[in-house]
């Protein structure tokens, strides 16, 4: 699982409890995962078609660091589907999991269009084995 997104939590991001409002997640996710599938399928017109369970499995307060991880799992005709973890970045102690998030590839008029991608594409700082720019020197 890729770890490129980090959010620090800070007071707008809290709910009454004091505690990081699930809401602000799950925008945080949609937006991060429907980048990814835009730089996948090679399409800037992406819609979120489906979201699985959503199992909060702890949280965060303010001044965290969390960090959002997604992977896809499957590519369909015209969709991308992924899974996500959020996890804080300190203590590595996971806040929410999700199964599967499917986003569906569009042509101008809204409708599925077929994307032809079948395998997740890396760019150099997307690669597991890269070392970064520094390496390259």
């Given at each position: 699982m890729n770890f490129h997104t980090r959010k620090w939590i800070k007071p707008e991001d809290l709910n009454p409890n004091g505690t990081l409002f699930g809401g602000s997640l799950l925008r945080w996710i949609d937006e991060e995962a429907a980048i990814y599938a835009i730089i996948q399928l090679e399409n800037p017109r992406i819609v979120t078609k489906y979201i699985s369970e959503i199992n909060f499995v702890s949280t965060a307060?303010?001044?965290?660091?969390?960090?959002?991880?997604?992977?896809?799992?499957?590519?369909?005709?015209?969709s991308l589907t992924m899974c996500c973890t959020v996890r804080n970045k300190i203590s590595r102690?996971?806040?929410?999991?999700?199964?599967?998030?499917?986003?569906?590839?569009?042509?101008?008029?809204?409708?599925?269009?077929?994307?032809?991608?079948?395998?997740?594409?890396?760019?150099?700082?997307?690669?597991?084995?890269?070392?970064?720019?520094?390496a390259h020197s």
């Open positions: 307060v303010q001044s965290d660091i969390i960090e959002l991880g997604i992977m896809a799992t499957k590519f369909g005709r015209t102690k996971s806040i929410l999991t999700i199964d599967e998030m499917v986003f569906v590839s569009v042509d101008e008029n809204g409708r599925p269009k077929p994307h032809g991608k079948t395998e997740i594409h890396y760019d150099d700082s997307d690669r597991p084995d890269s070392a970064g720019p520094a």
